[in-house]
């Protein structure tokens, strides 16, 4: 499965972005899509996840509020919804799938990486 991520760009403090992740195929063993994020110098840390129904979502406490993570199943599409954004969510934005059963917000269970899209917010 190959996944493209689009939608990053330059953005002021307080504007909103979307994402999207594009999947090349549905596979039934795919459970969940997640978005990750590759602050400078920091760990790659989760930021939102999905179910393959579309019903369960999960968000890191620093973007509740805030992102909004919905699924297009007819497309294969994720996206990620970010409004009022911080400087502090200037990073590469990656979307994951996972075969693990559930809502998984853990990186090391995800199978299938894009290759990112960077997302900068000027203060």
């Known amino acids: 499965v190959q996944l493209q991520a689009s939608g990053g760009g330059l953005v002021q403090a307080g504007g909103s972005l979307r994402l999207s992740c594009a999947a090349s195929?549905?596979?039934?063993?795919?459970?969940?899509t997640g978005w990750f994020r590759r602050a400078p110098g920091n760990e790659r840390e989760f930021v939102a996840v999905?179910?393959?129904?579309?019903?369960?979502?999960r968000y890191a406490d620093s973007v509740k509020g805030r992102f909004t993570i919905s699924r297009d199943n007819a497309e294969n599409t994720v996206f990620l919804q970010m409004t009022n954004l911080k400087a502090e969510d200037t990073a590469v934005y990656y979307c994951?799938?996972?075969?693990?059963?559930?809502?998984?917000?853990?990186?090391?269970?995800?199978?299938?990486w894009g290759q990112g899209t960077q997302v900068t917010v000027s203060s």
């Open positions: 994951a799938l996972t075969t693990i059963l559930g809502v998984s917000t853990t990186e090391s269970e995800y199978d299938y």
């Open positions: 999905v179910s393959r129904s579309g019903r369960i979502t």
């Open positions: 195929e549905h596979t039934s063993n795919i459970y969940a």
